[in-house]
């Protein structure tokens, strides 16, 4: 019963003051803005900056601006930390961040203990609200509801192939891997291999020739779009048609850059489209009007900033503690439909479904 501990959640009367002591809002997104995984995080700061401007362009938060800073994590957890400190330094209020599990989970323990609201666009490892303070939520799914998804899929169209789950060894993409095992072996599935790799190299030739030599049907990748455009790209130089199929981190337009027509027919899991709903009609329209496809978690982190700002808006101050009262009680409307936060902080939202990669593209399959 996380939420209902609020009432233990006390502001020191030193960052109430510093916080109060700032003529404009201060917040803040962060992510991978460089690296390997940057295309996410240049997602999210379009995100969070168009949501910051139609706000202010609107008036604001209580006669306030908003002002935001944007942290680069690099995916790192050490990292994370850092950015978090940075941002207690700059007297930051609401964090709509990170993107990796492995980055927000550490963050999250600096937040709560100065006092910041964290609502995550992406980060579905279930460990970051299970076990993260009333302060933390997310507006994304979690990786054992991702996992059943991809465990039925395994277990029932792909009944008596040949199955390889493999993962990168970061919280996300092996939570997601496990998370997805496990679902496959409750109805009765079982993968003919198991294995880890190392997020960051290009050459995976030795793990694609393991699975050639083991006559692997289908791969299952728990990690992010640049390993797995490589590791398709590998199996078909080595003649394997085997089918690809991985979760959310595969929703960037980087993945088909990296696989060109190899990449046809890779299936992911992720939630409905956004870009798709009535709801993100006009915020759609504005962001293609600046030549940016708000794919992915786009309109995730611009959903993390609304639901934050309705939240002030209805406190009547950007008061973190007053904030979170409001997140724990109220409905709210966004880019991504009408959403709300269970007591571990965590979105009612519909789940996920099924896309496909195909001609440079994904949809629905």
């Not at 401007?53 to 006669?63: E, K, L, P, S, V």
Request: charged share 20%; hydrophobic share 40%.
């Amino acid at each position: 019963m996380k939420k209902l501990l609020l009432a233990a959640t006390v502001l020191s009367a030193g960052m109430l003051a510093s916080a109060s002591a700032w003529a404009d809002i201060q917040i803040a997104t962060a992510g991978p803005m460089t690296g390997q995984y940057a295309s996410f995080g240049q997602q999210m700061k379009a995100g969070a900056e168009q949501a910051v401007a139609d706000i202010n362009a609107a008036g604001g938060i209580n006669g306030e601006k908003l002002v935001l800073t944007v942290g680069d994590d690099a995916c790192d957890p050490k990292q994370a930390v850092a950015v978090a400190n940075q941002m207690v330094s700059k007297g930051v209020v609401f964090m709509a961040g990170h993107f990796c599990s492995g980055s927000s989970i550490p963050a999250s323990k600096v937040y709560e203990e100065e006092g910041i609201i964290q609502i995550s666009p992406a980060s579905t490892n279930p460990k970051l609200t299970d076990e993260g303070g009333p302060n933390v939520y997310r507006v994304c799914g979690r990786d054992d509801q991702q996992g059943q998804v991809a465990g039925k899929l395994l277990a029932t169209e792909y009944k008596g192939k040949n199955i390889a789950i493999l993962h990168d060894k970061t919280a996300y993409g092996k939570g997601l891997a496990d998370q997805t095992k496990a679902a496959m072996e409750k109805m009765g599935g079982a993968p003919a291999m198991y294995e880890a790799y190392t997020a960051g190299e290009k050459d995976y030739t030795a793990l694609v020739s393991k699975m050639k030599q083991s006559n692997i049907d289908v791969a299952y990748v728990g990690g992010y779009h640049t390993e797995a455009g490589l590791i398709v790209r590998q199996m078909r130089d080595q003649g394997m048609k085997t089918q690809l199929v991985s979760g959310d981190a595969l929703v960037s337009a980087e993945y088909w850059s990296i696989t060109g027509d190899t990449g046809a027919g890779t299936l992911f899991s992720f939630s409905p489209d956004p870009r798709k709903n009535p709801a993100a009609s006009k915020q759609v329209a504005a962001f293609k009007a600046k030549g940016v496809d708000p794919e992915g978690y786009v309109l995730y982190t611009y959903a993390a900033v609304q639901a934050w700002a309705q939240a002030a808006k209805a406190a009547g101050t950007a008061d973190p503690e007053k904030v979170m009262a409001k997140l724990n009680s109220m409905k709210f409307d966004t880019v991504l439909g009408n959403l709300s936060f269970d007591e571990k902080g965590d979105v009612t939202l519909p789940g996920y479904v099924w896309y496909e990669w195909k001609n440079g593209t994904y949809d629905y399959r």
